[in-house]
């Protein structure tokens, strides 16, 4: 499955690779595929796709999360 990151989460990139999850860069526009997206904070409403019923992923905020807690996020929500 795809998770889309954005930039400067390196750290939840590797722990997501490391559960076997393919990981690709985050960026506005079609993101076909993707079962879920990660993203600080700060860019959540900055690239338009917060968590709406418009979205056909779900987005998990990592602001204050451990890299173990965004994982396991992921693992709940993402679309199979």
């Known amino acids: 499955m795809r998770i889309a990151v954005e930039d400067g989460l390196s750290n ?15 960026s506005p526009g079609k993101m076909e595929g993707v079962g879920a997206a990660v993203v600080t ?18 987005v998990i905020d990592a602001t204050g999360k451990t890299v173990d807690e965004v994982v396991r996020q992921v693992k709940e929500r993402a679309l199979h």
């Not at 939840?12 to 985050?26: I, N, R, S």
């Not at 904070?41 to 779900?58: E, K, L, R």
């Open 41 to 58: 904070g700060m860019s959540n409403n900055f690239m338009g796709i917060h968590d709406t019923n418009g979205n056909q992923f779900p």
């Open 12 to 26: 939840v990139k590797e722990a997501l690779k490391a559960e076997g999850y393919t990981v690709t860069k985050l």
